[in-house]
């Protein structure tokens, strides 16, 4: 098993693919810079309007507020994007190329054609499309700080954000060390990228069934955004389905972002919409593969 | 049976009512290199993925060295290296990378096997490059090598000459030839190009409408009605002596359209020799005599009804 994943990991990662990956994200590091710095230099101009009687960090906030608009907040700003707008693209994208392109290809012919176990086969796909977002998750979550530090430097307290449960406006504010807001922060990128596994696993399946990685990368996006649209949107009308919705999911990570209030059971919960769709987009193409004729 | 290395046994195969293979049985003896040909729709790519069980059948048995192919998928095709339709790899990969992956071989052995192979089939300077700067040449041996590995000795190769140009038919038709002389490899090889599976193949079936026609060795196939043309003087007395002489054992004797002199003698068994000594004896100088070119084309097209065919074509 273990060297069939490593011939899928050395099959994805020779994708030119990859490039794009990295021009998008620097593309968005640029972006993002560029929008920060608008409102670190708006945060400055507010600074020194103390207001007498206030607690500490909102004190901290009024009086140098642009001290909190630092490299680690920059990250987490930039990690929404890169978490909910870029990630999931190139999952899809990933995950759809799986199975459909080897179809479209012909190279899935050759290897089946040697009664090489197919269930082996579909796992160890599912596995090294996990094990390259996870990847990319975590070194773009690095740079992504990285940039950051470098440009906006690092404070040694942090605000805390989104807290609450998930899509609900904050109701509480408060700050934390540097350090507890870095840890939160990869904890954070590290649900994302099991969330996002999750996610892509919807192109996995429909790769599955059709001969194009980009009818199987399309497919994932449309549910994703149907699923964006109806916990966001008409979520009034969409209460009994909300909890299994892939966005609620995704939407799990902004737990992460501060270690003192974590809803663990929401993760919990979230963890177990995450292996419902894990086992069903990995189960279906076991047996398209097992009984589909080549 | 033991010394065959595939068997298939009435195997039956329906896409919705069209029958593409229709109780197909053959059989393909270890160390033969034996050619499938057939027209299209006969059924050729049909066998092939039953028996590489890409296709499962609907009635019928396929074992590989004994072994169901059916029941025991990896066992039975564990020594077994195939590549039906044209050979497709990992355009952005090297040729090694290719092998590695596609063949799961690994270790010690199988590196020194793998380029043990690669030298052989003539890639061995081509290993590190990308399959993407391979000519269609080089990538026929790369699937002749990924066959072989990573310990195969049963073959299959759909049309491996399709699309060579001269030159890359000569080399692959020889590499083919080659394998079971020096690997001691069993080769299953289909084609279009009736004159290549004529030169490569030891032994021979022919497919139509989903049944073999014919099969059997190469030799056996082609002696079945053989045509002989005679190049003599008189060639109208040597017609009559010839008639007079074989009677039933001529199918037709005629003169050849567009050669002068030459006569056309259909038989019933290969009977050259015969032919040539009645002629002298009788005092006719036979200046050539020679089996008629393109043979198999022949018994091929009499065999799948293609001649008729032809001909229908030619009236209307």
């Known amino acids: ?294 | 049976m033991n010394d065959c290395v595939l068997t298939v046994e009435n195997v039956v195969k329906s896409f919705g009512k069209f029958k593409a293979l229709d109780g197909a049985s053959l059989s393909i003896p270890k160390g033969s290199i034996f050619g499938i040909i057939g027209p299209n729709g006969a059924g050729k790519s049909t066998l092939l993925r039953i028996v590489t069980s890409l296709a499962h059948p609907d009635s019928g048995r396929v074992t590989v060295n004994g072994i169901d192919v059916e029941s025991s998928p990896k066992k039975a095709l564990a020594g077994t290296g195939a590549i039906v339709d044209s050979p497709a790899f990992y355009p952005d990969l090297s040729a090694r990378l290719n092998l590695d992956i596609l063949s799961r071989g690994h270790g010690k052995k199988y590196r020194a096997r793998r380029e043990e192979l690669a030298e052989y089939t003539g890639i061995a300077g081509w290993m590190n490059h990308r399959v993407r700067e391979f000519s269609l040449g080089m990538r026929q041996r790369l699937a002749i090598t990924l066959a072989l590995l990573p310990d195969s000795s049963f073959v299959i190769l759909d049309e491996p000459t399709n699309g060579l140009d001269p030159s890359g038919i000569v080399d692959i038709r020889n590499l083919i030839r080659n394998l079971g002389a020096d690997l001691g490899a069993t080769v299953l090889v289909t084609s279009h190009m009736l004159g290549e599976i004529e030169k490569i193949c030891s032994n021979l079936a022919i497919l139509n409408h989903g049944q073999i026609a014919a099969e059997g060795k190469m030799e056996d196939i082609l002696r079945r009605s053989p045509v002989t043309l005679i190049r003599t003087t008189e060639p109208g007395r040597a017609e009559a002596l010839l008639k007079e002489t074989f009677g039933p054992r001529i199918i037709s004797l005629k003169l050849k359209e567009n050669e002068e002199n030459v006569l056309r003698v259909e038989t019933s068994d290969d009977c050259a020799a015969e032919l040539n000594e009645t002629l002298v004896k009788n005092g006719f100088s036979v200046s050539m005599l020679e089996n008629e070119p393109d043979r198999l084309e022949r018994i091929f097209l009499q065999l799948t009804g293609g001649e008729s065919a032809v001909r229908n074509e030619v009236r209307s």
């Open chain 1, 1 to 294: 098993m273990i060297l069939s994943i490593y011939h899928e990991v050395v099959k994805l990662t020779s994708q030119k693919k990859h490039y794009i990956m990295l021009i998008g994200f620097a593309f968005l590091m640029f972006l993002m810079v560029l929008v920060f710095r608008h409102i670190h230099d708006d945060l400055q101009k507010m600074s020194g309007n103390m207001v007498k009687g206030m607690p500490y960090f909102l004190s901290m906030l009024v009086n140098d507020p642009a001290k909190l608009c630092d490299g680690l907040m920059f990250a987490r700003f930039s990690g929404f994007i890169l978490f909910w707008v870029v990630m999931p693209i190139f999952s899809f994208m990933f995950a759809g190329e799986s199975i459909a392109s080897e179809l479209q290809d012909g190279t899935l012919r050759v290897y089946l054609s040697r009664g090489y176990s197919r269930t082996r086969l579909v796992i160890a796909k599912f596995v090294s499309v996990f094990l390259i977002i996870l990847f990319y998750t975590m070194v773009f979550a690095v740079l992504n700080m990285l940039v950051g530090i470098t440009f906006f430097g690092l404070s040694k307290m942090q605000i805390t954000l989104f807290m609450g449960a998930p899509g609900e406006v904050p109701s509480n504010v408060g700050l934390v060390s540097a350090n507890k807001a870095i840890v939160s922060y990869y904890c954070a990128a590290l649900y994302s990228a099991f969330a996002l596994s999750a996610t892509s696993s919807v192109s996995f399946l429909i790769s599955a069934f059709v001969k194009r990685m980009s009818v199987a990368a399309t497919g994932g996006m449309v549910f994703f955004f149907v699923s964006f649209i109806l916990q966001f949107v008409f979520a009034q009308y969409a209460k009994e389905i909300e909890p299994f919705l892939i966005t609620r999911v995704m939407d799990g990570y902004t737990q992460m972002f501060t270690i003192d209030a974590i809803n663990w059971d929401s993760i919990i919960k979230s963890a177990a919409v995450m292996c419902l769709y894990w086992s069903v987009c990995i189960t279906v193409p076991v047996m398209v593969l097992n009984i589909r004729e080549y």
